[in-house]
């Protein structure tokens, strides 16, 4: 039996037909290869679950993190819950369909580069990385609204029953650092989010004030505080491989369309992590 791999993929955002066809094409090199899949599936809670059990399956094993797309509550879902309601409908499907969540057992990769413990994690954002030349969350917010660039959360992604999206973000930081904490020492993992957890990430962005809907200090050392060998990540659209602290981080998005095919070449994926 073949020894797997472990890829990673992340902004599949299946609403496009032309990201439907490279979802189609999504397929293992083996029997064992395991799938980790770091956010923004789709819009709607269908989209979501098809796509996830369609990848579940091809790949041994699926492991997923939520994004913010994944959290909306569009006018046209049928499904029409919010907030941590809708968060804990989305595991309770991935759990129908096979697929690991941030709220199971982590996994273990056993594989080449292994063992590692693959964590997902879900953190959200707390607008603690400000827009350049500002001093805090409301003149922050302001700078983007002066200059338009405004992250859809605001209008779609409800923190209920949580007064806004920074406390939710601080419940989730709290839960996934005691889960991390609990790891035996020593453990190597792979540390999986949507949005990245270090800000260096964002420091390419053409719009910098986007930053602040994209992370929180609070999670600017775990790559070192939890042993991290890999740190997997999404959101910003701009795959590529960067190294903090000797750490490597994976930016492993799709993205959109418009974005995918400006690129000289076609998107590669899944992201090889392992070996």
């Known amino acids: 039996m073949s020894e797997g791999n472990l890829f990673a993929v992340s902004d599949l955002h299946v609403s496009y037909a032309e990201n439907r066809r490279v979802v189609d094409a999504l397929t293992p090199e083996s029997e064992d290869d395991w799938l980790i899949v770091a956010g923004d599936v789709g819009d709607t809670f269908g989209d979501i679950e098809k796509t996830l059990r369609l990848l579940r ?58 063992p590692v413990t693959v964590a997902p994690l879900f953190q959200l954002y707390d607008y603690s990385w400000l827009a350049p030349g500002t001093t805090g969350k409301k003149e922050s917010l302001e700078y983007a609204y002066s200059t338009g660039v405004v992250c859809t959360d605001e209008m779609l992604l409800h923190p209920d029953p949580y007064p806004d999206r920074e406390s939710w973000s601080a419940a989730r930081i709290d839960e996934s650092e005691r889960r991390l904490s609990a790891l035996a020492p020593g453990t190597r993992t792979v540390l999986v989010s949507h949005w990245p957890l270090v800000r260096q990430p964002t420091d ?12 929180t200090n609070r999670t600017a050392d775990w790559h070192t505080r939890f042993g991290a060998v890999v740190a997997v990540y999404g959101h910003l659209h701009i795959p590529r491989t960067t190294h903090y602290d000797g750490v490597r981080f994976e930016e492993v998005s799709l993205g959109y369309p ?18």
């Open 57 to 114: 399956e091809r790949y041994a094993t699926v492991i997923w993190a939520p994004g913010n797309h994944e959290l909306w509550t569009l006018p046209d879902d049928p499904v029409r819950l919010r907030g941590a309601e809708r968060y804990d409908a989305l595991v309770r499907m991935c759990r129908d369909n096979g697929v690991l969540t941030p709220e199971d057992e982590f996994a273990v990769w056993a594989g080449a580069g292994g």
């Open 204 to 215: 390419v962005l053409w719009y910098p004030e986007f930053a602040q809907w994209c992370g």
């Open 258 to 275: 418009r974005e995918w095919r400006s690129r000289a070449d076609a998107p590669q994926l899944p992201k090889r992590v392992f070996p």
